[in-house]
Each structure stands twice: as structure tokens, then as C-alpha cells.
């Protein structure tokens, strides 16, 4: 049984982690999962991969992805149910608009949600421009749910949890003057819905001699 599935090494909190879980249920695709502390991480683990990330994904054949990116073509590429994926035009913004969560939303948001960690003063320079960058999602948002339209696609699942993490920085302001109402009420609707509650599940921490958990 084991062969049969992949294994997700996971941290429950974790933005990209949380991409990979979401992309995993939208794509059907089952797999054994284990829960990772970062501070203390398993020595299994680390053996399958040294870079010492999650989510890592061993695949039946040994393959093992480890970048959320990957493990996110990858699970499109065996099924697509919920037709995640755009068309090419869009794929390309798509991809343009992830990089951006990647690297500039996410270096805002670590300086202003562990300002402390990082010796910061005045951490609302990062809220602020972190938020810069959820104006142009506000914009692309308008008069729709998701931002390419009526259903959830790549791009929300890519960069939802790290607007999530944004929010729990500072949830009353996020929630009362960010001033972004289409963002504001589609985070709500991913908080509310049962797809995240379906990848929010807490596990303990993974020992090598544990019972197979299936996610
Ligand atoms: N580019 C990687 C980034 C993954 C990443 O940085 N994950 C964090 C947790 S959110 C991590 O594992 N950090 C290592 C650590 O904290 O020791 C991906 O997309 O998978």
C-alpha cells in the first residue's frame, strides 16, 4: 500500500504547504501525509530531502518534488477535475502573479507579521506594501468571486494562504480598514468554505514507526 501513494511531507501552517494540500484535494489525488516539526525535523526527512523545505512529495516512482510549484503542475498533470487550470494567455499572468506572491508579497509579509525577528521599527511599511499588492488583486477581483472568474482556479489556491497569513497579522485591521472590500470577501469565502477546513486537519508529528495517515 504504501508504493501506491505519494507521500506529502507537511507543516499544517505553512503557505505553501497549505497551495500543495489544496491543490492535492482539488485534484483527487490521495496520498499518505506526514507532519513535520520545522524547529526539531525528522531525520527520514531530511534523508529524502536535504533542502529541508515543505512540502515535499515523494512520488511511487521515488521522484520527489520540492517546491510547492511543482508538486502543484505535477497534481494538474495527473487530473484536473476542478479544471484549475487557465488557458494559455492567462497561464503566463498566472505564473507572473504567483512569482509576485513568492517573492516581494512574501518578503513584506515575514517583515511585518515577525517584525521583531527581523529587528524591524516600523513594520506597517511592509503591511503597507503588501497591500499595494492585494490593490491590484482588488482590481482584478471586481465583479467576480474568484479572480479569473466564477470558480476557484491556480492562482487563488497559489497565493489565498498567503493572504490568510496576512490577515492573522493583524486580523482587526485586515478586517475593518484594509479598504479592499473584494479582497476581503474573497479571503472570506476560502476561510468559510469546507475546502479549507478539508486540508486544515491537525496532525501530530510524524515518527518514522507511526501508522500510514491518508490525506
Ligand atoms: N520555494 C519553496 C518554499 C517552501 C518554504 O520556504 N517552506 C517553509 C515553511 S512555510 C520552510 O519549510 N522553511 C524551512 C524552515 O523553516 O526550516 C516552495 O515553494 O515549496
Known amino acids: ?44 526527512f531530511l534523508r529524502v530531502s536535504p533542502k529541508a523545505t515543505v512540502p515535499v512529495l515523494v512520488l511511487p516512482n521515488g521522484e520527489v518534488l520540492e517546491e ?22 492567462l497561464a503566463r499572468k498566472t505564473s507572473k502573479l504567483i512569482e509576485l506572491f513568492d517573492t516581494k508579497f512574501k518578503f513584506h509579509l515575514d517583515r511585518y507579521k515577525y517584525s521583531s525577528r527581523y529587528n524591524i521599527q516600523n513594520s506597517q511599511v511592509h503591511r503597507d506594501k503588501a497591500r499595494e499588492i492585494l490593490v491590484q488583486i482588488n482590481t482584478m477581483l471586481e465583479g467576480k468571486n ?14 489565498l494562504p498567503f493572504v490568510r497569513q496576512f490577515r492573522i497579522a493583524d486580523k482587526e485591521w485586515f478586517d475593518d480598514n484594509l479598504g479592499l472590500e473584494n ?24 515518527e518514522i514507526d507511526d501508522p500510514v495517515t491518508l490525506f
Not at 507521500?7 to 499518505?32: D, G
Not at 474568484?146 to 497565493?159: C, P
Request: glycine share 0%.
Open 1 to 44: 500500500m504504501i508504493n501506491k501513494y505519494p507521500t506529502l511531507y507537511s507543516f499544517r501552517r505553512c503557505p505553501y504547504a497549505m497551495r500543495a494540500r489544496l491543490v492535492l484535494r482539488l485534484c483527487k489525488i490521495e496520498c499518505i501525509i506526514r507532519e513535520i516539526s520545522l524547529k526539531a525535523k525528522n531525520t527520514e
Open 68 to 89: 510547492s510549484l511543482d508538486i502543484l503542475y505535477w497534481s494538474l498533470e495527473q487530473n484536473d477535475p476542478s479544471k484549475l487550470k487557465v488557458n494559455d494567455q
Open 146 to 159: 474568484y479572480i479569473w472568474g466564477k470558480n476557484i482556479s491556480l492562482l487563488d489556491i497559489s497565493i
Open 183 to 206: 479582497v476581503n470577501n474573497w479571503l472570506n469565502t476560502f476561510l468559510n468554505s469546507d475546502l479549507l477546513a478539508s486540508i486544515m486537519t491537525k496532525y501530530k508529528v510524524w
